[in-house]
């Protein structure tokens, strides 16, 4: 066999190792790094549908309560609201004042309209009329279904406090992984994006997911091709000189 073919054979096989290396090392660390960046949660009731509905699987962004912006679904232990993490959407921060409805059924923030495209066609922003003024470092929670969600307007009606401190935040829902047909990154809630502060911040799911699937297709292209190019080898070698 001549150097420069056992010279390719030795490439093709140092090149299917390294894709394989290259492989493992994005599979293994995308899901390493959603599992430490990110925390499973069951949804127990479809308070928040259609966003998310009762038994969906999702993943939440760990986040510190400064982090979280208007429009964001947030996880929340709040021992005054139940012994559990609950759900809710964040509709008002610290400083503003939350009102409903106008003519058009729509929840008002600091006098702004704000068109909720996350609702059921037709749903009014509220069944109930109310308006509060959120403490500083507080936040105002409703679920997205607002015909049937237990959340800041049922505990301004019963006299308790209404808002939740942010620091009671520990995680923002950024996708929906089960099951599969609702597989997907939440909606982005833009009718708050002119307000002060904007939206957050996509976390890193989509590039981490990106990573997994990439690494798997480097491990599949690894194990199809090696013993492609070990065959390739082997017929390489006996095509040398053979000795009477």
Request: aromatic residues 6%; proline residues 8%.
């Amino acid at each position: 066999m001549s150097a420069a073919r056992r010279g390719g054979g030795r490439l093709g096989q140092r090149l299917s190792r390294a894709t394989a290396v290259l492989g493992c090392l994005l599979f293994l660390g995308g899901f390493v790094l959603v599992a430490v960046l990110y925390q499973p949660y069951a949804i127990p009731t479809d308070s928040m549908a259609p966003t998310v509905r009762s038994d969906d699987r999702v993943l939440a962004h760990r986040v510190a309560g400064a982090e979280v912006r208007r429009g964001d679904v947030v996880v929340f232990r709040q021992e005054s609201w139940g012994e559990l993490p609950m759900v809710k959407r964040v509709v008002a921060i610290g400083g503003d004042t939350v009102a409903c409805c106008d003519e058009g059924g729509r929840l008002l923030v600091n006098g702004r309209p704000i068109v909720e495209r996350y609702l059921d066609v037709g749903e009014p922003a509220s069944t109930t009329p109310f308006e509060h003024e959120v403490p500083e470092d507080e936040l105002f929670l409703m679920g997205d279904r607002r015909a049937d969600s237990l959340d800041s307007r049922t505990r301004l009606t019963e006299g308790e406090p209404a808002t939740v401190p942010r620091d009671a935040v520990t995680a923002r829902v950024e996708a929906t992984v089960w099951p599969p047909d609702r597989f997907g990154l939440l909606p982005r809630a833009s009718g708050f994006a002119d307000l002060p502060g904007g939206l957050s911040q996509p976390g890193p799911f989509r590039p981490l997911l990106w990573a997994i699937g990439s690494g798997a297709a480097l491990i599949l292209l690894s194990v199809l091709t090696g013993p492609l190019l070990r065959g390739a080898a082997r017929i390489g070698e006996g095509d040398g000189p053979r000795r009477k």
